[in-house]
DNA sequence: ACCTGTTTAATTTCAA
DNA sequence: TTGAAATTAAACAGGT
């Protein structure tokens, strides 16, 4: 089928493309959201810049929907931008220093075009190859993360996932059944996902997806494609399991984690006690303890609250009561988004579906899911954060521009390690 | 039947 | 180079 992969740009593993990961002509504009918090600051040493996604595909001007983003307050871009790269981008949080929690993830979004990015792009670069989409520079991981973060409700069904990737990233609109496999593959095989069971009346296709509560921002690291340590439920802050690396996922961790998720919780101090733990059908706890938790008040999508690292936030409103539903309020409304049936073939073309709120909302991926514009939204230009890119990039006298293969490779390689 | 989830396993890629 | 994370494949069980 269709799938045939093209060797050049789709897997980027085997072949050296180079990279493959984008290449130089895309421009994914970025919108990252990071949170202010974020802002980009020092990015210590390691600059990195890699390439920046660019996508230059389409260019729909105008509509996009996510274009709000561009708009909006460049001034980081601009900042970044100095350096015209309009691109430039890392993903935000690359930016070493606010480690942020899940809540910023970057996301970017396709748009394509320059719309987007703002910064008008300038210098075409010489070189851009066709390749229309590149693959971005985020596992599977991150991307199921920034996608369930971004949303409303936190939660998604599996399909909604894929087609949030599908709508900002062209790329994964390629071999679909591959990287849909491997998404799968990521939700069930990572603890740092959790199954989120639908309510009785509200059938649908599968169960929601939500992230684990413990989680944690995963990628403090800045590092979007691989996470030092794959995160694994049961594992006590402190007690002494740290490891846990060792083990497979298997089983028994996950069994554990019923307790766990009471008690443990880094629980944002402030937050309330978690709602009561709606009852869906739990019936059928699976053995899994993750679904379980799932239901477990826990981990309510309520519980925006439930960040882990609640003072990054901290100015964050962490009342986010409003909207914090409950799992099975959250199945009622629909996952937040899209109108769609679920089958609903989306169209390529449009990314807009997702017009509730940009994956550049820093809102949504915040915890408040769409309060538009609630401030100013920082935008970069390119796939994360262009600032601290551009900054460095001019720092080290990289272009930007040039974006060498290893868009990251350079990058952060700087593991965040205790800054504190 | 097709989609969703799980799981095993081989391989690739990255960061230390 | 190495260990671990990520990707890819694929078999298989359940649901709808």
Known sequence: MEGHEHPDWSTGTGTGTGGGYYGESECYSAGVNMNSYMSAPAMTGTGHMNAHYV???????????????????GAV??????????????????????PPPYGNMPVMSPVYGQAACGIRSREPKPYRRSYTHAKPPYSYISLITMAIQQSGSKMLTLNEIYQWIMDLFPFYRQNQQRWQNSIRHSLSFND????????????GKGSFWALHPDSGNMFENGCYLRRQKRFKSGRKPDTGDKEAA??????????????????????????????????PAASEVKAAGVELRAHRADLLPSSPVRMPSPHLFSHHHQHH??????????????PDHYPHHPHHPHHPHHPHHYSFNHPFSINNLMSEPQHHKLDPVVQYGGYGCPVSGALVAAKSGLDPAHTDTGYYRGVYTRPIMNSS
């Open 55 to 73: 996508n230059q595909v389409g260019v729909s001007h105008g509509s996009m929907p996510a274009g709000g983003l561009c708009q909006s307050p």
């Open 77 to 98: 871009v601009q900042a970044g931008a100095g350096i015209t790269s309009l691109g430039a981008g890392l993903p935000p949080s690359m930016s070493p220093i606010s």
């Open 192 to 203: 740092c996902f959790i199954k989120v069971p639908r309510l009785p009346d509200k059938p």
């Open 321 to 334: 009561h409003h909207h914090a539903l409950l799992l099975h309020e959250a199945a009622h409304l629909k």
């Open 246 to 279: 060792g083990g497979k996922p298997g089983s028994s961790e996950v069994g554990s984690v019923s307790s766990t998720s009471d008690s443990d919780s880094p629980h944002s101090s402030s937050s309330p006690p978690p709602p009561p733990p709606p009852p």
